[in-house]
């Protein structure tokens, strides 16, 4: 009898387990049907405790130009003479940065982005009229009697404007001066070095590559061309700084930089610059991939060089084979970052669009900087980090302790710079412009 009731025992317990792993044609409570994904869904606020600052004043401004990326990231408003000068139903009007009273309003059909320099107010027509206004009176200073198109821009003494061609006018008449003669269409932005404007176009063929032009700024003759060659960094004793640019036949996998005749454009003198210590002839891939040297720029003596997560400097004057170059870098951080602005206010700044990290230039410590995750754009003024979002949200941080400092949310997602004029701080979203009291914590003395 005990023998039969063990046997009953041992076959329900095989039965029961034959039952726990066999397949089920019903889907049980804890079954992942795999059509689900949960990410980020936390209600937490990285600025839950930050004031809300209160705006002085609130202007609207045209939008036109929203489908224009780069328009748009450059903005629509320009500061300057204790004003702000934006575009309102095709109007120019200056705005009391202080009090956002209006001081006055001009012209009509006008488009942006406008120009300010030296109590001047610069802007184009949709007819191609360009106007100089004063800035204290918003009285008409000149108008050109020539048509233009394109972004408008200064050098000494004279207004341009670039559209496939270069047209050259005198700053302080309006009197036109020339339009280049080169055939084919150049690209913006133009840089200006001594007596030479620079602009750049493409060349096509078996493979693309750059091409930089040199004109003459009193003729606007073109003067010379330079293939895969960048816009100068600097001129200086008859000679061009520009940085060679890698195509599908040479990579260039060392930053190399070309000092070019600046009468012909003959290449006189080349240095490479290889901070990582690379080899150049057999370069190792990274993630499957091998590129180019680190883009180059020149600041306060120092050339820097943007590698990925690194930011190199060395005197301009220095041989880079005889000194070693100073090394920012956010390896630390775990995170897979760029080079995004500095040096500024003793830090350089690496950014993913998600995250901002700072490095103090004194000893390369790293200081994390406060984000929710999406950047839009920050901009750095006085002490400040203004850190936009795509929300509508701008947030200030001290730059020195790495704290937010307060918010102020806009109607929305689309930023120009952050602005700072007569001690206010002026935010330019899509179609709104908000102005309040730069914060005492981050004012620069």
């Given at each position: 009898m005990k023998k039969l009731q063990i046997?009953?025992?041992?076959?329900?317990?095989?039965?029961?387990?034959?039952?726990?792993?066999?397949?089920?044609?019903?889907?049980?409570?804890?079954?992942?049907?795999?059509?689900?994904?949960?990410?980020?869904?936390?209600?937490?606020?990285?600025?839950?405790?930050?004031?809300?600052?209160?705006?002085?004043?609130?202007?609207?401004?045209?939008?036109?130009?929203a489908a224009d990326y780069d328009t748009v990231n450059q903005g629509s408003a320009v500061a300057g003479g204790g004003k702000v000068y934006v575009l309102q139903k095709g109007q120019a009007v200056a705005i009391n940065a202080q009090t956002g009273k209006v001081a006055w309003k001009y012209g009509a059909k006008l488009l942006g982005p406008l120009l300010y320099q030296k109590g001047v107010v610069y802007a184009r027509s949709q007819g191609g009229t360009i106007y100089a206004v004063y800035a204290d009176t918003g009285r008409n200073k000149w108008s050109s009697t020539v048509k233009a198109k394109g972004k408008l821009s200064i050098d000494q003494d004279q207004l341009y404007a670039a559209d496939s061609d270069i047209m050259a006018f005198r700053l302080g008449d309006g009197k036109f001066l020339w339009k280049d003669n080169y055939s084919e269409t150049l690209f913006s932005p133009l840089v200006f070095q001594g007596n030479l404007v620079f602009a750049q176009n493409s060349s096509s063929g078996v493979y693309t590559y750059m091409v930089l032009h040199a004109f003459d700024r009193t003729t606007g003759k073109h003067l010379w061309e330079a293939d895969n060659q960048a816009l100068p960094l600097t001129a200086a004793n008859g000679t061009v700084l520009s940085q060679r640019l890698s195509n599908l036949m040479d990579l260039v996998p060392l930053t190399t930089l070309d000092s070019l005749d600046a009468k012909t454009g003959k290449r006189i003198k080349t240095v490479e610059y290889n901070p990582k210590k690379i080899d150049p002839v057999n370069p190792e891939p990274v993630n499957g991939?091998?590129?180019?040297?680190?883009?180059?720029?020149?600041?306060?003596?120092?050339?820097?060089?943007?590698?990925?997560?690194?930011?190199?400097?060395?005197?301009?004057?220095?041989?880079?084979?005889?000194?070693?170059?100073?090394?920012?870098?956010?390896?630390?951080?775990?995170?897979s970052l760029d080079y995004a602005a500095g040096p500024y206010d003793g830090r350089v700044f690496f950014s993913n669009a998600q995250a901002v990290y700072g490095i103090k230039t004194a000893n390369q410590s790293?200081?994390?900087?406060?984000?929710?995750?999406?950047?839009?754009?920050?901009?750095?003024?006085?002490?400040?980090?203004?850190?936009?979002?795509?929300?509508?949200?701008?947030?200030?941080?001290?730059?020195?302790?790495?704290?937010?400092?307060?918010?102020?949310?806009?109607?929305?997602?689309?930023?120009?710079?952050?602005?700072?004029e007569s001690g206010m701080i002026i935010v330019q979203s899509k179609g709104k412009l908000m102005a309040f009291k730069e914060p005492a914590g981050l004012r620069m003395q």
């Open positions: 046997r009953r025992r041992v076959w329900a317990i095989t039965a029961g387990l034959s039952l726990l792993f066999a397949p089920c044609s019903v889907h049980s409570a804890w079954a992942d049907s795999h059509t689900s994904y949960v990410g980020n869904n936390s209600d937490y606020d990285w600025t839950a405790t930050t004031p809300v600052v209160k705006t002085v004043w609130t202007h609207a401004m045209d939008v036109k130009a991939v091998i590129s180019s040297g680190g883009r180059a720029w020149l600041l306060g003596g120092q050339i820097y060089i943007e590698e990925g997560n690194s930011l190199y400097s060395y005197p301009l004057e220095a041989d880079p084979s005889k000194v070693k170059a100073v090394k920012y870098t956010a390896s630390s951080s775990g995170l790293p200081v994390p900087y406060p984000s929710g995750g999406q950047i839009a754009r920050f901009d750095l003024l006085g002490h400040g980090m203004y850190l936009a979002e795509p929300s509508g949200k701008l947030v200030a941080i001290n730059l020195l302790t790495a704290k937010p400092v307060l918010q102020l949310q806009t109607s929305g997602r689309v930023f120009g710079p952050t602005l700072l």
